[in-house]
């Protein structure tokens, strides 16, 4: 008998042993299915289906909470605001659609210990304070292209209506238009972009976002984001210094027009330096409710008005009755 150096390794010596190597390959017979239905994931190749003559009618609310620890006592400010918009794809040339953005609604309402700023434009003589440049926004419109794989190209915003308390449109914007892949992905594939991310008074910040596809039908595209913001780049007030920014979210994207039906991110900001400061933001888009239009009150046509034709008498009878 010719013995190897593994003959003993490999030779089964008991019925235990004989019963694990009839159980391995049945194993490995049950895993490969598993292994080949993964890699047999259909892969969907996402692409916006612009559709001329589309109208969304949307809101982007954002709500910022910031908290300053200002010696034994907390300081909370608290501030909310609307924008109510309206999203035209006037035009589809060439994978690339022709979109105009206006501004129909600004609302907004601000809290701390010194002041309280509630303002509505829809509402005549509302004031908005030191958020004055969110007046300015109202009737503001703002027009782009944008390809079927979400590249943005010939912008054209308003000038001057970022001033105290107003919004960059072009920055807002830039938050809620995604680059799609080029190659086509399966449920659960990410891919990454890099992009500057606006960030108020605290500047812009350099940031990978990854996202990650949920599901996709021939109306819309569910995905996730994660954001990771560079802190560096950002602007902290003097004498602090921001100590950590993260942000996630989801995205429900019309494929007619290119832009989100819905959508949620929440953002998380820590300062440090001669106070400690949180800033927590939450910002979401949605569809706008339905304007109703006023019901009539007005009496119904012909109600109280007086018939003055005159009347024919009725025929008398044969007889005289």
Same mark, same amino acid.
């Given at each position: 008998?010719?013995?190897?150096?593994?003959?003993?390794?490999m030779?089964? /010596?008991?019925?235990?042993? +004989?019963?694990?190597l009839?159980?391995?390959?049945?194993a490995?017979?049950l895993?490969?299915?598993?292994?080949?239905q993964?890699d047999a994931?259909p892969?969907?190749d996402?692409?916006?289906?612009?559709?001329?003559?589309t109208?969304?009618? &949307?809101? =982007? /609310?954002q709500?910022? $909470?910031?908290t300053?620890? =200002?010696g034994?006592?907390?300081?909370?400010?608290t =501030?909310?605001m609307?924008?109510?918009? $309206?999203?035209?794809?006037?035009s589809?040339?060439d994978?690339?659609?022709?979109?105009?953005?206006?501004?129909?609604?600004?609302?907004?309402t601000m809290?701390n210990? =010194? &002041?309280?700023?509630?303002?509505?434009s829809d509402?005549?003589g509302?004031d908005p304070?030191m958020l004055?440049?969110?007046a300015d926004l109202v009737? &503001?419109?703002?027009?782009?292209?944008?390809s079927?794989?979400?590249?943005?190209s010939?912008v054209k915003?308003?000038e001057?209506?970022a001033?105290?308390? *107003?919004?960059d449109l072009e920055g807002a914007?830039?938050?809620?238009?995604v680059?799609?892949p080029?190659?086509?992905?399966?449920?659960?594939?990410?891919? /990454?972009v890099?992009?500057?991310v606006?960030m108020?008074?605290?500047?812009?910040?350099?940031t990978?976002v990854t996202?990650?596809?949920i599901s996709v039908d021939?109306a819309?595209?569910?995905?996730?984001? $994660?954001?990771?913001?560079?802190?560096?780049?950002?602007?902290a007030p003097?004498?602090?210094?921001?100590?950590?920014?993260k942000?996630?979210?989801?995205?429900t994207?019309d494929?007619? $027009?290119?832009l989100?039906k819905?959508?949620?991110l929440?953002? /998380?900001?820590t300062?440090?330096? &001669?106070?400690?400061m949180? +800033?927590?933001?939450k910002?979401t888009?949605?569809?706008a409710p339905?304007?109703?239009?006023?019901?009539?009150?007005?009496p119904?046509k012909?109600a109280?008005?007086?018939d003055?034709?005159?009347k024919?008498d009725a025929?008398?009878?044969? *007889?005289?009755?």
């Amino acid at each position: 008998m010719i013995r190897t150096p593994f003959a003993h390794v490999m030779a089964p /010596t008991s019925s235990k042993d +004989m019963s694990n190597l009839r159980i391995l390959p049945l194993a490995l017979a049950l895993a490969l299915p598993a292994v080949a239905q993964d890699d047999a994931k259909p892969k969907h190749d996402l692409k916006f289906a612009f559709k001329p003559g589309t109208v969304a009618n &949307q809101v =982007m /609310t954002q709500d910022m $909470t910031m908290t300053m620890s =200002m010696g034994p006592q907390d300081m909370v400010t608290t =501030m909310s605001m609307s924008m109510f918009q $309206t999203y035209t794809v006037k035009s589809v040339n060439d994978n690339k659609a022709s979109i105009e953005q206006k501004v129909t609604r600004v609302k907004a309402t601000m809290e701390n210990p =010194m &002041q309280q700023i509630e303002y509505d434009s829809d509402e005549e003589g509302s004031d908005p304070g030191m958020l004055e440049g969110l007046a300015d926004l109202v009737d &503001q419109k703002m027009e782009l292209k944008l390809s079927d794989r979400g590249a943005v190209s010939d912008v054209k915003a308003p000038e001057d209506v970022a001033g105290p308390g *107003g919004v960059d449109l072009e920055g807002a914007l830039s938050q809620i238009i995604v680059s799609l892949p080029e190659e086509p992905v399966a449920i659960g594939d990410t891919w /990454t972009v890099n992009q500057k991310v606006p960030m108020g008074q605290m500047g812009e910040s350099a940031t990978e976002v990854t996202y990650k596809l949920i599901s996709v039908d021939d109306a819309v595209i569910v995905l996730d984001q $994660t954001l990771n913001l560079n802190a560096s780049d950002m602007e902290a007030p003097q004498g602090m210094e921001i100590a950590s920014a993260k942000a996630n979210g989801r995205y429900t994207i019309d494929r007619r $027009t290119g832009l989100p039906k819905t959508y949620n991110l929440d953002m /998380t900001v820590t300062m440090e330096g &001669q106070m400690d400061m949180a +800033m927590e933001v939450k910002v979401t888009m949605k569809p706008a409710p339905k304007v109703e239009k006023a019901p009539v009150t007005g009496p119904k046509k012909g109600a109280g008005e007086v018939d003055d034709t005159p009347k024919k008498d009725a025929p008398k009878k044969e *007889g005289g009755k």
